[in-house]
């Protein structure tokens, strides 16, 4: 059997390659293509039904990044062992390559379109995630289906001041920006990532610096599908159409959506007058087939799309009545929660989060178990989008990729104003609850994550606050408007929605989705300098609640206290089987951990009260201490015996505590002095060369006063 297998070589310019191979692999796929870098591949197919279904006036696509486990010469976790649902990883890297191909299809192909990306073989300095979106846009250029790429996906970092494509993994430890920027040969229109408190400038540098790798990769693609024979893509007719009924609806309805627009209503009520135009009309046109009524909803939204717009870009005047640069009324609450670790509700408009802390132990920690990034995680932030947030009727069937795509976000906001693993032993859990929702809650989550983190006492380094900038645009290109805190409307009807999020030193954030070609890096930076001014402003708005971390930590949130043992004597303190440390756990109400960290055991003490600390202390100390010539100790009665008791002063550690030393007075026989099990403070009076314990008791005790 005779395969047509075609390659293309990607140069990196620094003696680093990546592979594009077709015709090998999935033939039966529309298009297929395996990525390699190193030791790293990936599997990228893409199907697409021949036909749209009846009804749909959307691009059904969907988007599945999978790991499997092998790549990493690695078998599953969890009952199954098998590859189960994605991860938030795969989610998160799935929505990456969403995002950028979703703006390339045709507006109107609307067939069922699959692309499936799966790593198959990993190098484990090789991050897959940034060579996803180049894997499926080269899937796309293979095939006949009709797509306006082809694009691809790169990472940038500023590694000891130098801006990098695609580092390693071990590289990135010492990035101050990373971003994942997507974009075709003549326009970027996604970025994400996060970075040290960045100016706007260095920002823009580092995505020009990423769009110039991404034209080699979209040229190199190109001579791909010229190779392949796919340059003529498949014909379709997936929209009805209908002029006259679209030229009467602009003449009847226009004015009337544009005053509406005008009137600064509330969501409701303008949502309400909108439905109200539209119904009246299609009342209007009598008995018509549902083809008909479905073109005239499609055409009346056309309306409602033109009129908002045209009234930004003629009037410089938005839905609620703002001006482009105004940010909605803010106010914000620290401690609403009494129970909680920490609290914060922070309100922007019709945005509102209500987000809570929480500090655990090492124990609760999350176990990361994918097939390329496993380890732990002590910062998790959670975000929940329940249905009456929106006054929407909505089963709750747990995290959605919406939910795991904002929480990212907020998370890699956050987390880099945390203190350093050494300043925190916490394991800290923030969770947003967004209550309501119009415009941007991601960016709420990360203002109430600010303030519920310093309610809880957690030492941030400086308060972070978000924004979420809209960009609205003529058909021409010549005329715009950047838009700040924009509305859940705006979002829908605008060309971009670019979320910046900060410190007042810079920015630590970005996520930047762009609907249109041919943003100028012009825009760009004065989107970026507008939103800068709105970050600030809501920052000092959080400052009028709380300004700086408080001072110590909530009564009722637990300690933690971490003290370092030797080495040797971790088991002892584990005992056999977790037998000492469980009974220590359970007579104190302490959670106790152990790590080993090189020469020395790293113990954590985690509990809700000082005594049970304590406690747990004082019995770890016994067990990795030494005895102490002339030391006092709490000891117990192990054994008794006719000459006297043995006595328990550390784990292991027994010492005799002779029949003569017990009192100054004289005892004939051990007869019911002690019982097994008794407590008894005893003083180590010497160690003899055998490594034996001498004890007294006498010895902590006054002496009698002499009778005449």
């Known amino acids: 059997m005779s395969l047509n297998v075609i390659k293309k070589v990607i140069d990196l310019g620094d003696g680093r390659t990546i592979e594009i191979e077709t015709g090998k692999l999935a033939k039966q796929a529309d298009g297929s293509v395996v990525i390699k870098q190193g030791d790293t591949m990936l599997l990228a197919t893409v199907v697409s039904s021949p036909e749209a279904k009846e009804g749909v006036d959307f691009l059904p696509l969907s988007v599945d990044y999978q790991e499997k486990y092998a790549a990493t010469g690695r078998i599953p976790g969890g009952f199954l062992r098998r590859e189960a649902r994605l991860s938030d990883y795969e989610v998160l890297i799935s929505r990456l390559v969403d995002r950028a191909l979703r703006p390339l299809f045709p507006e109107d192909y609307h067939a069922d379109t699959q692309v499936m990306i799966s790593l198959i073989s990993a190098d484990k300095d090789i991050m897959p995630d940034a060579l996803a ?17 082809p694009i691809s996906e790169v990472r940038v970092a500023k590694i000891d001041g130098q801006l990098v494509i695609n580092p390693t993994l071990s590289q990135l430890a010492n990035a101050t920006l990373e971003f994942i920027v997507a974009g075709s040969e003549n326009d970027i229109n996604m970025v994400e990532g996060e970075s040290a408190e960045i100016q706007e400038a260095e920002l823009v540098e580092a995505i020009k610096f990423a769009h110039n790798a991404i034209k080699d990769h979209c040229r190199v693609q190109k001579e791909l599908t010229a190779e392949v024979g796919k340059t003529e893509k498949r014909t379709y007719n997936h929209e009805h159409s209908n002029e006259e009924l679209k030229k009467a609806i602009y003449a009847a309805t226009y004015d009337q959506v544009y005053a509406i627009a005008a009137s600064a209503s509330a969501k409701e009520e303008r949502a309400a007058k909108f439905k109200a135009v539209r119904d009246a009309y299609i009342e209007t046109l009598g008995e018509i087939d549902d083809i008909t009524k479905g073109l005239a909803k499609k055409y009346y939204h056309d309306v409602e799309y033109d009129a908002i717009r045209n009234l930004v870009l003629d009037e410089g005047k938005r839905l609620d009545g703002r001006n482009t640069k105004q940010i909605r009324p803010i106010w914000s609450e620290v401690g609403y929660l009494p129970s909680a670790h920490g609290s914060a509700v922070f309100t922007r408009g019709e945005t509102q989060s209500l987000t809570t802390v929480t500090l655990g132990a090492k124990d609760d920690e999350q176990m990361i178990d994918g097939a390329f990034i496993n380890g732990y995680n002590k ?220 020469n020395q055991g790293i113990v954590q003490i985690f509990a809700d ?100």
């Open 609 to 708: 009260n000082k005594e049970a600390i304590d406690k747990a202390v004082t019995r770890i100390k016994n067990i990795a201490s030494k005895p102490e010539v002339g030391e006092i100790y709490e000891g117990k009665v192990k054994s008794i015996m006719p000459f006297g008791a043995f006595v328990e002063i550390m784990p292991g550690k027994d010492g005799l505590l002779h029949i003569s030393e017990i009192d100054h007075k004289r005892f004939e026989s051990m007869d019911g002095i002690f019982q097994v099990g008794d407590e008894v403070r005893v003083k180590l009076l010497d160690i003899d060369k055998q490594g034996k314990l001498k004890l007294s008791r006498k010895a902590l005790l006054p002496k009698p006063e002499a009778t005449n």
């Open 133 to 149: 979106g180049l894997a499926a846009s080269a899937a796309l250029s293979v095939s006949d289906i009709p797509f306006n790429g």
């Open 379 to 598: 910062f998790l932030l959670h975000y929940n989008f329940p249905g009456f947030s929106t006054g929407e009727v909505r089963p709750n069937r747990g995290a959605g990729r919406r939910e795991i795509g904002h929480g990212n976000l907020a998370m890699r906001s956050l987390k880099r104003v945390l203190p350093a693993d050494d300043e925190n032993p916490y394991t800290i859990r923030v969770v947003s609850d967004i209550l309501e929702s119009n415009g941007s809650s991601s960016m709420a989550t990360v203002c109430a994550g600010t303030l519920a983190l310093m309610d809880a006492g957690v030492k941030i380094s400086a308060p972070v606050s978000g924004i979420a900038m809209g960009l609205i645009t003529n058909e021409g290109g010549d005329k715009y408007a950047i838009l700040s805190d924009i509305l859940g409307d705006e979002d829908h009807l605008g060309d971009m929605d670019f979320k910046v999020t900060g410190t007042a030193k810079g920015i630590v954030a970005v996520q930047m989705d762009l609907k249109i070609n041919g943003l100028s890096y012009e825009v760009l930076s004065n989107a970026l300098d507008q939103a800068k001014e709105g970050r600030l402003h809501i920052l000092g708005e959080m400052a009028k609640t709380i300004q700086a971390p408080r001072e110590d930590y909530k009564p009722h949130a637990p300690r933690i206290i971490t003290i370092k043992i030797d080495k040797e004597y971790i088991g002892a303190v584990i005992g056999p089987g977790g037998k000492i440390i469980q009974e220590m756990q359970r007579e104190t109400g302490a959670t106790i951990s152990i790590e080993e960290v090189g």
